[in-house]
């Protein structure tokens, strides 16, 4: 049986939209944190200003495993948003390039996309790392019988994606990062039923949207929170905004949860190269030069490290020399006793070091180091509060 639309209502009260949509979403999906919800809530009410954004944030519902919640939090975000879309890529770029569309992306089973086919979606990765910035465009090819021609499409919009594991650098770096988990047995939550439940999230679209229509004029740019700067700027100043127009209770609550969320995602799993690092720097300690030979023994020995069987064969020469390269580190002629035979110097990693895993401390630089680095570092691992104090 078929339910019509709930019709809009005819004086909506749009004092607190963000506490209805905050509601809404308690009830279906069980989150790893509050603070992951109230960014669910707060993406969902962005999306209904996207004319307003330089750049809009994607959020990404990912887990380790089936049956955590990952769709169902797409099903609950579905009735709230403005032009819901989920659909082939072809038919997306389509649909996001139409004048006036103005689609909210909702894509289910995103590591299907990054996954072993990746090179088949070359086109909708395209899409997806292009259209977080307002303006931007996705180039594609197009074959018309023998002709191959290029077209350049539209590509800002709104992006939810669910999937298992990871995803790119690229799109987590511009994500808002929500890490569903199974539920617990005493974790409950209401099952959602689309024919019953569609039209009560349509309802509070169109408070949404007339709650938006009313802010759009009001809209300042957020300060934000200390430590939150660059890509995680982008991310939360919409977010924020949002929040901004609320009460003082939801402007904090937001800022909370933003210092909380960028935390959390710095301390994802890093790169191999970043991991490179972080290993020679434990297998260096306090010497100042090892050879090749020395540094790839330590390294497999090390506890749960991947050096020994990386994709399928053990790190070599000129593997380990491969990827010090990207970080303007080469290998050189090094003494070791007696002899001299080609390795690095914890000097040439010093700057490296300081770079990509933080300050090794605030003393001076190696012997020939650069001094510059150390004079200008700050605390590594210290999480700055609203307050300014590092915890």
Known sequence: MNVPPVPPPQDPDTTDVLADVYDWLGRFVAYPSDHTRLAHALWILHTHLMDEWESTPRIAFLSPEPGSGKTRALEATEPLVPNP???????????????????????DEIDTVFGPKAKENEEIRGLLNAGHRRGAVAGRCVVRGKNVTTEELPAYCAVALAGIG?????????????????????ETVEPFRRRIHAPEGEAIRYQVADWAARARDGLTWPDMPPGIEDRNADIWEPLLAVADTFNASWADRARVAAVALVALSNESTPSLGVRLLADLRTVFGERDEMSTEQILAALIELDESPWGDLYGRALNPRGLAQRLRKYEVSSKNVRIGEAIVKGYTSTDLWDAWQRYLGPISLNSPPQGGNATSATNATPADGITDLFGEAS
Request: net charge positive.
């Open 85 to 107: 879309v989920n659909v082939t890529p072809t038919y997306l770029f389509r649909k996001v390039g139409e004048d006036g569309a103005a689609p909210t992306v909702l894509f």
């Open 166 to 186: 990871d995803l790119p650098d690229t799109i987590l770096s511009r994500s808002v990062i929500v890490r569903m988990r199974r539920r617990a047995p005493g």
